[in-house]
T-cell receptor, first 110, second 112 residues
């Protein structure tokens, strides 16, 4: 049973553009929504996370938008750079442990 | 630097030959996790230790076992690796709830 659905599976963006990755969940009890970034040959690393009591969180070029009523949250990468090329996983958490989305492979073209 | 270290980075094993992967951490986190990640897929939780309490996911094959002799170390044992077990194995740690998961760099297992 997939607890979180992530789209798109892959994304190609020009340098300087905006990358948007979306996730949807069903269980309204989830209380923590992190995004992980994974480079080839490395483990995932926590990028940014949000609690459901806020609608948006911004850290540098990375923003999470959270829509509680729609049970959706998204990652926006502003001014995308080639160094952002990686796989991004959304995740949800109620207790332990984290359930991951299926991942989005982002390619930022120079 | 406090971190999660996995050894080896690459492991080649023969079909059916037992193999052990190791994970150590200097973060003093009480929870340790083992994930299996196949190419272009999300990490899949195999099991985790909350302190000394072992928690096995329902769909984790019996072929996979784990040991945690102390807070710092955790091992993944694959008793009889099959070709389908070739994957990246990721260790992660957290303090209590996994708000701050820290992953190791993984061990890539090849079965020949």
């Amino acid at each position: 049973q997939q607890q979180v659905k992530q789209s798109p599976q892959s994304l190609i963006v020009q340098k300087g553009g905006i990358s948007i990755i979306n996730c949807a969940y069903e269980n309204t009890a989830f209380d923590y929504f992190p995004w992980y970034q994974q480079f080839p040959g490395k483990g995932p690393a926590l990028l940014i996370a949000i609690r459901p009591d806020v609608s948006e969180k911004k850290e540098g070029r990375f923003t999470i938008s959270f829509n509680k009523s729609a049970k959706q949250f998204s990652l926006h990468i502003m001014d995308s750079q080639p160094g952002d090329s990686a796989t991004y996983f959304c995740a949800v958490l109620l207790s332990c442990p984290v359930a991951f989305g299926s991942g989005t492979q982002l390619t930022v073209l120079p | 630097d406090a971190m999660v270290i996995q050894n080896p980075r690459y492991q080649v094993t023969q079909f059916g030959k037992p193999v052990t992967l190791s994970c150590s951490q200097t973060l003093n986190h009480n929870v340790m996790y083992w994930y299996q990640q196949k190419s272009s897929q999300a990490p899949k939780l195999l099991f985790h230790y909350y302190d000394k309490d072992f928690n096995n996911e329902a769909d984790t094959p019996d072929n996979f076992q784990s040991r945690r002799p102390n807070t710092s170390f955790c091992f993944l044992d694959i008793r009889s690796p099959g070709l389908g077990d070739a994957a990246m194995y990721l260790c992660a740690t957290s303090r209590d709830a996994p708000l701050g998961y820290t992953f190791g760099s993984g061990t890539r297992l090849t079965v020949v």
